[in-house]
């Protein structure tokens, strides 16, 4: 299985917002809404921000939102601020029954 | 409050078997929960390895399914991975995790463990 395609790095200034994409195809992103994404701080482990597409867990900021459109999934962050900065990964059930991380996004707030 | 803690040695020695167990507290693995290993290796993305449910059912990464294996001891509350032939590709940070069944939520995650292949 391949990763799915996340672009290396993006970038924003504080208080606007940002996208990122994840790319897949029919066989995981596209053929089910089981689409989850990870922040994660250097040295630490990850965390659920996103998960089933556009459910956010509890404790989570509602700047955090997510969406799919066919096999592309995203996640946007809204009012960004500088806790914001940190890597993303997007991640996304199969049809073998497993799951696939995509490459990661480095978030940077300028 | 659920915690996960992993355990195992830092250092294995290359074609030698990688072993680490995840204590789970604050929940039963009996729950109809998946549990999950993931790693990352230094300064790359994460890598999903495999899951087991409570009942024993797994599911691995096509490319690693040869050599892993996943366990789950309910006598004791945790869950093991079993890595086999490693080499140096296999050095990275591992996690376990848990993921809630019929879902892609994977919301609970150990602190990780830095296992180095190396002679």
């Known amino acids: 299985q391949s990763a799915l395609t996340q672009p290396a790095s993006v970038s924003g200034s504080p208080g606007q917002s940002i996208t990122i994409s994840c790319t897949g195809t029919?066989?995981?992103?596209?053929?089910?809404?089981?689409v989850s994404w990870y922040q994660q701080y250097p040295g630490k482990a990850p965390k659920l921000m996103i998960y089933?597409?556009?459910k956010r867990p509890s404790g989570v900021s509602n700047r955090f939102s997510g969406s799919k459109s066919g096999s592309t999934a995203s996640l946007t962050i809204s009012g960004l601020q500088a806790e914001d900065e940190a890597d993303y990964y997007c991640s996304s059930y199969t049809s073998i029954s497993t799951w696939v991380f995509g490459g990661g996004t480095k978030l940077t707030v300028l | 409050q659920v915690q996960l803690q992993e355990s195992g040695p830092g250092l294995v020695k290359p074609s030698g078997t990688l072993s680490l167990t995840c204590a789970v507290s604050g929940i039963s693995v009996s729950n109809t929960n998946w549990w999950s290993w993931v790693r990352q290796p230094p300064g790359k993305g994460l890598e999903w390895i495999g899951e087991?449910?409570?009942?024993?059912?797994?599911n691995y990464n096509p490319s690693l399914k040869s050599r892993v294996t996943i366990s789950v001891d309910k006598s004791k509350n945790q869950f093991s991975l079993k890595l086999s032939s490693v080499t140096a590709a296999d050095t990275a940070v591992y996690y376990c995790a848990r993921r809630v069944g019929a879902t892609g939520r994977i919301d609970y995650w150990g602190q990780g463990t830095l296992v180095i292949v190396s002679s």
């Open positions: 029919s066989s995981d992103v596209g053929g089910y809404n089981y």
């Open positions: 089933d597409v556009s």
């Open positions: 087991i449910f409570y009942s024993g059912s797994t």
